[in-house]
T-cell receptor, first 109, second 114 residues
Framework: GQNIDQPTEMTATEGAIVQINCTYQ??????LFWYQQHAGEAPTFLSY????GLEEKGRFSSFLSRSKGYSYLLLKELQMKDSASYLC??????????FGAGTTVTVRA | IAGITQAPTSQILAAGRRMTLRCTQD?????MYWYRQDLGLGLRLIHY???????GKGEVPDGYSVSRANTDDFPLTLASAVPSQTSVYFC?????????????FGPGTRLTVT
């Protein structure tokens, strides 16, 4: 089976930086995705990593180390609208996505 | 507006009843998926279809069936609902299964089985 771990909750102040870690053990690896999900809404795509290193997209960056089975999502210059759940998902050897339980980020003024 | 639609938005269903959740996409995506989302467990794959005419079982397929008669529609059927199927159900689609093809999610169906 697949095992994807991420912290349950994180709290940060508006304007600060938060790093959400994700560790995984899966049957094969064909990429790692991060999704954002606001309460009561559908998940929306944030980032994709398949090679080691950092992918930057505006205020959000995602990092991958395949040898360590590790990724993180970095949210910079936090805004109140960033309060949401962030889902780490790994595409396995069969090209199926397995999701972590999600990290709920609360941004405080 | 292009995207994925799901129906109904929410439903309360008596145990033992049959129910079909509908999902339609207009992006001409090849692959479609059904997930359920439960508190503390995250999204779990129920069934998937890599292309019209084919389907496969995901992580939690028991009690559910799907069909993919055409590219746009991917209905999920609960033959005889049980309370443990109370969940939020999301349909998703992607252009393909590899590369950087992300999945696009529908708005979800909140199902309560009593």
């Amino acid at each position: 089976g697949q095992n994807i771990d991420q912290p349950t909750e994180m709290t940060a102040t508006e304007g600060a930086i938060v790093q959400i870690n994700c560790t995984y053990q899966t049957s094969g690896f064909n990429g790692l995705f991060w999704y954002q999900q606001h309460a009561g809404e559908a998940p929306t795509f944030l980032s994709y990593n398949v090679l080691d290193g950092l992918e930057e997209k505006g205020r959000f960056s995602s990092f991958l180390s395949r040898s360590k089975g590790y990724s993180y999502l970095l949210l910079k210059e936090l805004q109140m609208k960033d309060s949401a759940s962030y889902l780490c998902a790994v595409r396995d050897g069969d090209y199926k996505l397995s999701f972590g339980a999600g990290t709920t980020v609360t941004v405080r003024a | 507006i292009a995207g994925i639609t799901q129906a109904p938005t929410s439903q309360i269903l008596a145990a033992g009843r049959r129910m079909t959740l509908r999902c339609t996409q207009d992006m001409r995506h090849n692959a479609m998926y059904w997930y359920r989302q439960d508190l503390g467990l995250g999204l779990r794959l129920i069934h998937y279809s890599n292309t019209a005419g084919t389907t496969g079982k995901g992580e939690v397929p028991d009690g559910y069936s799907v069909s993919r008669a055409n590219t746009d529609d991917f209905p999920l059927t609960l033959a005889s609902a049980v309370p443990s199927q109370t969940s939020v159900y999301f349909c998703a689609s992607s252009e393909g299964t590899g590369h950087s093809y992300e999945q696009y999610f529908g708005p979800g169906t909140r199902l309560t089985v009593t």
